[in-house]
């Protein structure tokens, strides 16, 4: 009896592996049922695990929407990207020209290295004459992006407390206060620099990895996003998130009168919408000792669900360890073409 | 992405948006033998440079006309100079 046929595939830390159709659809399967358990929506339709399924074994190296399904995309620490990830020796304002002109993106990001809108505060007007002399000579849409990182609020770095020091040693109240804290100086800093933005001509303003520190952290980005909104409507922001749900290290924050410990990206999307965010990015984490089958099926089960929730554009995040891209720094692109096919037309994402 | 941003149109809704202010086809915007000719005419910057192509905030200003959308910074520099482009 002949030996059946296996198909070229990948774990989720991107080390290759060798499986059966069979065994792909079970794994479809069962990241399909976490994702639904778990965020508690609706399952994929079996025409929908059938096409992952498709996608997964389809001979060719590479994959592609179809034509028709074309998406545009976003992108976080964009400029760092060359000058720094890489080791480019070019300014990050020639960087938003390569990204324009060689690599023909949608739209570029400049960014500072520390990536933390606190950090940016000191250096303002520096960021500000960069993103004039960015914006004076690029076509595509220029951001400026940086996280809300509430971590650096605490001590030594910051004036607060550590509340994942505080919690082990069983000071919940004080953990939580030093939280409320931060996350409202957090918002200040984020508005402030949004501020000089504005001024600068920024054509949009990206906060992006929020929730990495937990629910403080995120209230501190929709509280924000909120005053920003408020101040300038028209004003463009992109929201993209850390993790698949926010991280209850506070546990009672609320906004809107919502919990944000435990919201998952179909409930995030709201929030967001509700604080004026233009960009909605969803973020599904990557389990590295599962199969590409498992996550990529697990992260279109609950792209879909936030797609079809949401009002604004989605861009869900598809950079290495989330949206099922492997877990490592050069993600293969037979995984990552497939994982971009699965997740617009699948997941009908608007962007990546 | 601009009308994205400008309008929080979703993809379909500003694909269609951005193709009837060019006058091309939907399926036309993501053909580069049609766009670089659109892009070119309309003068509105392609990634090569050629002499007579307008570029950076030149090119930008005549998008958000084009476009009929605002754009922050072509906003913030016709602020800076007073003066309509």
Redesign the interface.
């Given at each position: 009896m002949a030996e059946e046929k296996k198909y070229f595939t990948r774990y989720g830390d991107g080390y290759s592996t060798y499986m059966t159709k069979d065994e792909i659809k079970k794994d479809v399967e069962r990241g399909v049922e976490d994702a639904a358990s778990r965020g508690k929506i609706d399952p994929l339709t079996e025409a929908e695990k059938s096409y992952i399924v498709d996608i997964i074994t389809m001979p060719a190296k590479m994959a592609s929407v179809e034509p028709g399904k074309e998406v545009v995309l976003s992108s976080d620490e964009g400029t760092l990207k060359a000058s720094v990830r890489c080791g480019v020796s070019i300014d990050r304002t020639t960087a938003v020209a390569v990204e324009e002109r060689i690599l023909c993106m949608d739209s570029a990001e400049l960014a500072h290295i520390d990536y933390s809108y606190k950090p940016i505060k000191p250096i303002i007007f520096d960021e500000v004459c960069a993103m004039q002399h960015a914006e004076l000579n690029s076509i595509i849409p220029l951001f400026y992006g940086a996280m809300p990182n509430l971590g650096l609020y605490t001590k030594p770095d910051g004036p607060y407390d550590n509340w994942a020091e505080l919690l082990p040693a069983g000071k919940v109240a004080e953990a939580r206060e030093a939280q409320e804290k931060a996350a409202e100086q957090a918002a200040k800093d984020i508005v402030s620099v949004a501020d000089h933005m504005v001024e600068a001509g920024a054509d949009a303003l990206n906060m992006d990895t929020v929730g990495a520190s937990g629910d403080a952290d995120a209230l501190a980005a929709f509280t924000a996003m909120k005053e920003i909104h408020r101040k300038y409507p028209d004003f463009p922001v992109e929201m993209g998130m850390a993790g698949e749900f926010f991280l209850g290290m506070h546990g009672k924050l609320t906004f809107e009168g919502e919990q944000l410990a435990g919201m998952y990206p179909h409930e995030q999307v709201k929030i967001a919408e509700k604080a004026g965010a233009t960009i909605f990015g969803p973020t599904i984490n990557t389990n590295s000792s599962e199969t590409f089958a498992w996550n990529l099926a697990r992260t279109c089960t609950f792209i879909k669900a936030c797609s079809e929730e949401s009002t604004i554009p989605i861009h869900p995040n598809v950079g290495m360890g989330v949206c099922s891209m492997c877990l490592t720094d050069s993600v293969p692109l037979d995984a990552a073409s497939r994982a971009d096919k699965a997740i617009v037309e699948i997941g009908r994402a608007d962007g990546l | 992405?601009?009308v994205?941003?400008?309008k929080?149109?979703?993809?379909d809704e500003?694909k269609a948006y951005v193709a009837e202010k060019l006058g091309v086809e939907?399926?036309e915007?993501?053909d580069v033998s049609v766009m670089r000719e659109v892009r070119n005419d309309l003068n509105?910057?392609e990634?090569n440079?050629r002499p007579e192509n307008a570029?950076?905030?030149i090119?930008?200003a005549r998008?958000a006309k084009l476009l009929d959308i605002?754009?922050?910074?072509v906003?913030?520099?016709r602020g800076m100079i007073d003066a309509e482009f």
């Open positions: - | 992405m601009r994205e941003l400008a929080k149109m979703r993809i500003a939907v399926s915007l993501n509105i910057g990634p440079a570029f950076g905030l090119a930008k998008i605002k754009i922050p910074s906003e913030k520099f």
